[in-house]
Every structure is written in structure tokens, then in C-alpha cells.
């Protein structure tokens, strides 16, 4: 007989691996969004010259900034604990259920309401942890676009300072 798999979605659910997808997602955004300014040589110069003064204005305003836009974004704090859930909480309410239940003579009906509140309350703690998740990566995604935002001011005023049109 055939062993059935699980599912693509279960494994990511519950190996928590759809909490770094949030991370992942959340922090990609503006890299997929941010775009570099035009620039206009309004003196002239040369292709050669510009590539040359795009660098160097790389380098200073990565400098000035402390960020580096070739680099891929990382977080700045840790992500906020997945722990808990429906699962664990029903497992552990079973236990405490049977307890209980064995002190009042129906250990089974006790597991059985145990399991039952425990789930409920693992579930409620998951669904606060997914949320915490989805706002830890929005921090996380607008904090890049901030720094993203200072480079790329630094980095237009040294191409203005060196005679060129930033938009």
C-alpha cells in the first residue's frame, strides 16, 4: 500500500516555513518595486564619464548611508516566535483533560474536552502569531524602504553636485 504525502502547503505550514515566506515576501517588495532614477549628463559628458560618476557616487552615498543597495536586504531583528498552534494546544489540553478527568473518574471525557479548549486556544495563539508575523514583515519591508530612500537621495545629490539631471 501506498503512503500518501503530504501535501505541499501542509509541509510549508507546518514545518514553519510560511513564516520566512512572510519575511521573504515582505522584504522583497520594495526590491522588486524600487527604481533607479534617470540621469541626464546636462554638461555633456561622456558615457564612460557617467558610468565612472554613477560609481563613485555609489560609493559615497553608501557611505554617507550605511546602505548598500547591491546587497540583499536582511532583517534587522529576529522574527517573532511561531510557536503553539491548534495541534499543540489540543495535545496538551488532551494531557491536562486526562488528568483532571482521572481525578474525577472519566479520565477519556476529560482528555476529550481538553484536546478540544486546548485546540481552541492554540488555534486563537496561531492566528495571533500569523498576524505578528505579517506585521513584522511589514516593518521590516518599510524600514528597508527607508533606508532604500536616504541612498537614493545621497546618491542623486552626489550626481547633481557632479552636473548631471536626477528624476
Not at 51 to 56: L, M, N, V
Not at 81 to 87: E, M, N, V, Y
Request: aromatic fraction near 8%; charge should be positive; proline fraction near 5%.
Amino acid at each position: 500500500m501506498k503512503k500518501k504525502r503530504p501535501s505541499y502547503c501542509s509541509l510549508l505550514h507546518s514545518s514553519g516555513i510560511v513564516a520566512a515566506a512572510f519575511i521573504i515576501a515582505g522584504l522583497s517588495v520594495p526590491v522588486a518595486f524600487a527604481q533607479d532614477p534617470y540621469v541626464y549628463p546636462t554638461q555633456g559628458q561622456s558615457n564612460k564619464k557617467m558610468e565612472q560618476d554613477k560609481y563613485s557616487c555609489y560609493q559615497w552615498a553608501k557611505g554617507q548611508t550605511g546602505f548598500d543597495p547591491m546587497q540583499a536586504p536582511t532583517a534587522t531583528a529576529p522574527p517573532p516566535s511561531t510557536k503553539g498552534g491548534a495541534l499543540k494546544g489540543a495535545a496538551g489540553g488532551a494531557l491536562l483533560g486526562a488528568a483532571v478527568g482521572a481525578i474525577a473518574g472519566d479520565a477519556g471525557t476529560g482528555a476529550a474536552i481538553g484536546a478540544a479548549s486546548g485546540g481552541i486556544i492554540g488555534g486563537a495563539r496561531r492566528a495571533k502569531s500569523t498576524q505578528e508575523q505579517q506585521q513584522y514583515a511589514e516593518q521590516q519591508a518599510a524600514g528597508y524602504e527607508q533606508q532604500r530612500n536616504g541612498y537614493n537621495r545621497a546618491w542623486g545629490a552626489c550626481m547633481e553636485g557632479r552636473g548631471y539631471t536626477v528624476k
